[in-house]
C-alpha cells in the first residue's frame, strides 16, 4: 500500500507560516533542514514543511486529524485565518479553513473508532 510519506505546503511568508502554526498546533521546527525558503516541521510523521513561493497553495488538500475541531476553528480566526462551519460525516466531523495567508487545509475530528 502506497501512504503519503512526505509533502510540502507553498507559502509566500516562511516566517508567517512558522508563526501561525505553531501558535495553532504547537509545532517546532528543525533549524537544520529549513532555510530561507523552506521551514521543516520537526518531528512530524509523515514529514513535511512549508517551501517559500510566490502564492499561498491550494493543493494539496490536507487534513490534520485533531481532538476539538470548534476550538481549533476559534484559534484559526483568532490568528487572522478563517474558518468555515464543520460538518458532520460518518467518519467524523471535518472543515475548511485558512491561515492568516490564505493557505486552505482541513481539520479532521475523527468519530469514535477511527
Sequence with gaps: ???LGYFTVDTPDIARAR???SALFGWTFDEDASGPTYAHVADSD????FTRSERASQLPHLYFRVE???ALCERVVELGGK???PSDSA???S????D???????????????
Excluded at 509523515?46 to 514543511?49: A, E, K, R, S, T
Excluded at 479532521?108 to 477511527?114: D, E, I, S
Aim: negative net charge; proline residues 8%.
Design 46 to 49: 509523515p514529514p513535511f514543511g
Design 95 to 98: 472543515v475548511v479553513v485558512c
Design 1 to 3: 500500500m502506497v501512504q
Design 19 to 21: 508563526a501561525f502554526f
Design 91 to 93: 467518519t467524523g466531523r
Design 68 to 70: 476539538d475541531i470548534d
Design 83 to 85: 474558518a468555515a462551519i
Design 100 to 114: 492568516d495567508q490564505g493557505c486552505s487545509f482541513s481539520l479532521w475530528q475523527p468519530a469514535a473508532g477511527f
